[in-house]
Nanobody, 117 residues
Framework: QVQLAESGGGSVQSGGSLRLSCAASGYTFWTCSMGWFRQAPGKEREGVAHINTYSNTDYADSVKGRFTISRDNDKKTLYLQMNSLEPEDTAVYYC???????????WGQGTQVTVSS
């Protein structure tokens, strides 16, 4: 059974930093691409960052230069380092695994990030 467990969310002031983690189990971690998504109240879910099995990365324009996605295949964990946080980054953040035909197969339950001005 595949499980993705996010952690590291919380409340910070504008300009602060957080590091999200996503612990994975139930599949062969290193064989899958992974990503972080977020959904703010009243808005559609959006892709934030993606990392493939070669650790090539891709970011949404809104987070480029501020967020860094990484993976530790030995620990089976995905990370999202978020710096210079802005109130607009407030959302529930989800990790996802195993992209296929343009969509991810597995999803975590999400972790709340709240940035106050």
């Amino acid at each position: 059974q595949v499980q993705l467990a996010e952690s590291g969310g919380g409340s910070v002031q504008s300009g602060g930093s957080l590091r999200l983690s996503c612990a994975a189990s139930g599949y062969t971690f290193w064989t899958c691409s992974m990503g972080w998504f977020r959904q703010a109240p009243g808005k559609e879910r959006e892709g934030v960052a993606h990392i493939n099995t070669y650790s090539n990365t891709d970011y949404a324009d809104s987070v480029k230069g501020r967020f860094t996605i990484s993976r530790d295949n030995d620990k089976k964990t995905l990370y999202l380092q978020m710096n210079s946080l802005e109130p607009e980054d407030t959302a529930v953040y989800y990790c996802a695994a195993c992209a296929s035909s343009g969509s991810y197969e597995y999803w975590g339950q999400g972790t709340q990030v709240t940035v106050s001005s």
